[in-house]
């Protein structure tokens, strides 16, 4: 069974903070998206990564692939409002073509 | 292009009723997924289409499920004789062929009480 496990899985910042979360797993991947949930809303993808090392930015958010593609971190520089939000990983292999989904992290962005 | 679409977003029923949803993907998308989310969990696959053939059903999915995608454009998903423990948002995604980029709708909540 592949696992994704994410971390912390809850944080609450000041507006204008930097934070980095964490989406681990002991198993490869092909490739890794994240993907943004608003409450009563479904997920809408933010990013995927595909090659091991690979480092993507959207706008104040990086992303990065580790290099073995067990694993991925988001990090966002001067957190706003906006950013609140559960933030979730999911990985894909391509034998099954499903994506398995880490928890997610709740993010709350205080004003 | 209007993205993933889902009917209803909320659907509250009786134990023992059957109901079902409808997802229209994108319009260009061969493949069309459906995922199960309960509170403080992240998504749970269930079942699959590529063009109109189901391709892969979860153990998640009991007997009661059945998901159907005709015309290989519009799915349903049904669920019979609904239990408490099938409250849950359902989720429907779609993709192109390689899958991996999927592109989720708003989602239907379910609450069966």
């Known amino acids: 069974t592949q696992l994704l496990e994410q971390s912390p899985q809850f944080l609450s910042i000041q507006e204008g903070e930097n934070l980095t979360v964490y989406c681990n797993s002991s198993?490869?991947?092909?490739?890794l998206q994240w993907y943004r949930q608003e409450p009563g809303e479904g997920p809408v993808l933010l990013v995927t990564v595909v090659t091991g090392g690979e480092v993507k930015k959207l706008k104040r958010l990086t992303f990065q692939f580790g290099d073995a593609r067990k694993d991925s971190s988001l990090h966002i520089t001067a957190a706003q409002p906006g950013d609140t939000g559960l933030y979730l990983c999911a990985g894909f292999t391509g034998a099954n073509s499903k994506l398995t989904f880490g928890k997610g992290i709740t993010l709350s962005v205080r004003p | 292009d209007t993205g993933v679409s889902q009917n209803p977003r909320h659907k509250i029923t009786k134990r023992g009723q059957n109901v079902t949803f409808r997802c229209d993907p994108i319009s260009e998308h061969n493949r069309l997924y459906w995922y199960r989310q309960t509170l403080g969990q992240g998504p749970e696959f269930l079942t699959y289409?590529?063009?109109?053939?189901?391709?892969?059903k979860s153990r998640l999915l009991s007997d009661r499920f059945s998901a159907e995608r005709p015309k290989g454009s519009f799915s349903t998903l049904e669920i019979q004789r609904t239990e408490q423990g099938d409250s849950a948002m359902y989720l429907c995604?779609?993709?192109?062929?390689?899958?991996?980029?999927?592109?989720f709708g708003p989602g239907t909540r379910l609450l069966v009480l």
């Open positions: 289409f590529q063009n109109e053939a189901q391709l892969e």
């Open positions: 198993s490869v991947f092909s490739s």
């Open positions: 995604a779609s993709s192109l062929l390689s899958g991996e980029t999927q592109y």
